[in-house]
């Protein structure tokens, strides 16, 4: 068995930036015009009146200050609030992959090797853009790299899934080296007229490149002390959209083929699940949790994340210690703990540990432990 490192990882940004403002903005006069246009069934008691949003609530629920999207344009016109995303012909990359590779390429100079050396490569998000081919082997294509490359879907929770698949992958020799890429297009699956959600999510994509331990710079990347996984099922987060829908045409449409959640319920049942998988995880690993220097979460919910981090610390931790970027990015899906990690890993000796753990529908988690080398 073989040791897997994480060498290097990437990120791509899209260019446009939504405020809570912006956002808070389209939707309440989406909201007024609905009142207006209903005016006499809600006075007739027949409909019922929506109620606005307010950045106050975002930022006090959530954290969430603004989000990067692959189109803007849609997002605020109170008529569509909806991404506008032109289909591509088939002879040019999808959008999904074109954002993947934006990211690999900047994971893969990081790491200084060809993207030759590379054997497979997992697409592992939330939303893939078609049932097939997968855009794994688009990604695979687009980077000239040999070998073999799938989908996998576990939605917020695919990157550590990935970097687990990748590192076992490692372990066995089925591969020395896997480019693991994480596209998000989280505003064209999320309901912007729903007001208890329309704020949560952000577009973005990631990837990680892991490799065999002994191929990999002797002070270059993280040993992976170790992944573990965990999946319970749960309905409090849920798409219903699928290739089955066209069998019941009477769904098309309905706020079920979209994002949906029960926001209060998962914060509930989530933290004690993902805190307690930490805990033990380190236990078996005989590393002291109080000993991280810094943790990469998923990026949910920022007052999730301080009460994940105040269980596995036993104390309040640092800004520095349990990393933030969802003020940013809002949820990014799998993305988000690594947009962390990718941006705020410095200052690390070798022999430093940490924690990258993502947690989400499924519900399912991941922990890797990683220590600098
Ligand atoms: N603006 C203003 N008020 C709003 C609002 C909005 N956009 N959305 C909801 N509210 C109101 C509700 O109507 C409710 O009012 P009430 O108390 O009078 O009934 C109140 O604010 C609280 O709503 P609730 O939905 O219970 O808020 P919350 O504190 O649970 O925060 C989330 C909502 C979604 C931010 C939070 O539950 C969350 O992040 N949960 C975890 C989600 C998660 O991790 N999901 C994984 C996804 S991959």
Redesign the pocket.
Known sequence: MHHAVIAATGLYTPPQSLSNEELVETFNTYVARHNEANADAIAAGAVEAL?P??PE??VK??GIRSRHVVDKSGLIDPELMRPVIPERPNEEISVLAEMAVNAANQAIAAWGKPASHIDAVLCACSNMQRAYPAIAIEVQQALGIDGFAFDMNV??SSATFGIKTAADYVATGSARAVLMVNPEICSGHLNFRD??????FGDVATAVVVERAEDADEHGGWDILGSRLKTVFSNN?RNNFGFLNRAAPEGIGKADKLFV?E??K??RE?VPMVSEMILEHAHDLTLDPHGLKRMWLHQ??IN?NDMIGRKVLGRDPTPEENVIILDEYA?T?SAGSIIAFHTANQGFAPGDTGLICSF??GYSAGTVFVRKR
């Open positions: 109620q949003s307010s609530f975002i629920a959530s939605a917020c007001r208890d959600s329309h704020f949560i987060i959640q926001g209060r998962v914060f989530v949910a919910n999730m949820n899906s989400g529908a």
